[in-house]
């Protein structure tokens, strides 16, 4: 990424198209939480990576912890689908990004943990992932390792995803 900031227009236009995904009982269990570069937040989500992820997220300009709500606070049942809702919401929220030229990259690799803690995550959230959100940089500010690694991913056969009828391996 360029390091370069988004403006508060691009990064609500992620956000809003987030608020408009699909879930079960229109609960909308999604939170975001977020962090800008060069603001007094950003250190706190940053030292959440992991190290590999801290080298390529440095010129990132925005990083977002999504957590979702597990209970139905009014029925006190729990949200069931709460992580597939809020996968909807992150699914949303990368495309809208990529239509709008950025980079929009979801991540694992974060202490969990801790950023239920730094981030004060109240007990009826799960935490559920991290991204990296910025412009895109050049290919040769990247280090050897990590431009080795700027190809599209392979994918797994739809013959190996999609099974109709009953599960068989």
């Not at 690799?109 to 959100?133: C, K, S, T």
Request: charged share 20%; hydrophobic share 40%.
């Amino acid at each position: 990424m360029s390091g370069e900031p988004i403006s508060d227009e691009e990064l609500l236009r992620l956000f809003e198209a987030a608020r408009w995904a699909p879930s079960a009982g229109n609960l909308q269990p999604w939170r975001f939480l977020y962090a800008r570069r060069d603001t007094p937040e950003w250190p706190l989500y940053f030292e959440l990576l992991n190290p590999g992820n801290q080298t390529w997220c440095a010129t990132a300009a925005v990083l977002v912890v999504f957590i979702s709500k597990t209970v139905n606070v009014d029925s006190g049942r729990p949200i069931k689908t709460h992580s597939y809702d809020t996968g909807a919401a992150w699914g949303s929220l990368a495309l809208q990004g990529t239509i709008s030229g950025l980079i929009v990259h979801g991540m694992q690799g974060f202490n969990y943990d801790r950023a239920r803690e730094v981030l004060q995550v109240p007990a009826e959230f799960a935490v559920e992932a991290m991204a990296a959100i910025g412009r895109p940089g050049r290919r040769e500010d990247l280090s050897d390792s990590l431009q080795a690694r700027e190809t599209p991913s392979d994918r797994l056969l739809l013959s190996e995803t999609v099974i109709e009828g009953k599960y068989r391996a």
